[in-house]
């Protein structure tokens, strides 16, 4: 059974970076991996997500250009390397696992894929 788990979230500071992981119970071969974010008050968001072989990424127009996803399936993780953070960036982030046919394509569009595994979050909050 596929289980999930983040860490790497913290307080950082305007401008500052952090390092997201998601590490899998099993094998993530079979998986594209999407994270996601949730703001007190405000829907989940979409953020970025890597298909199974990690040729195909994704990344939500909010966050192009300050973040980049990397997998290392030897080690059934995901990374989400956070870059530039910003206050609007604070939000409990959460990983999830796509079992896809697709080896190179991903999407975080709920309306094209659905994400049956999820991870319980880890905070993130950019402050001064």
């Known amino acids: 059974q596929l289980q999930l788990v983040e860490s790497g979230g913290g307080l950082v500071q305007p401008g500052g970076s952090l390092r997201l992981s998601c590490a899998a119970s099993?094998?993530?071969?079979?998986?594209?991996i999407g994270w996601f974010r949730q703001a007190p008050g405000k829907e989940r968001e979409g953020v970025a997500c890597?298909?199974?072989?990690?040729?195909?990424?994704n990344y939500a127009d909010s966050v192009k250009g300050r973040f980049t996803l990397s997998r290392d399936n030897a080690k059934n993780t995901v990374y989400l390397q956070m870059n530039n953070l910003k206050p609007r960036d604070t939000a409990v982030y959460s990983c999830?696992?796509?079992?896809?046919?697709?080896?190179?394509?991903?999407?975080?569009?709920?309306?094209?894929?659905?994400?049956?595994?999820w991870g319980p979050g880890t905070q993130v909050t950019v402050s001064s």
């Open positions: 999830a696992a796509d079992r896809t046919p697709y080896p190179n394509f991903c999407t975080v569009d709920p309306r094209m894929r659905r994400y049956d595994d």
């Open positions: 890597i298909g199974r072989s990690g040729q195909g990424t």
């Open positions: 099993v094998t993530l071969d079979d998986y594209a």
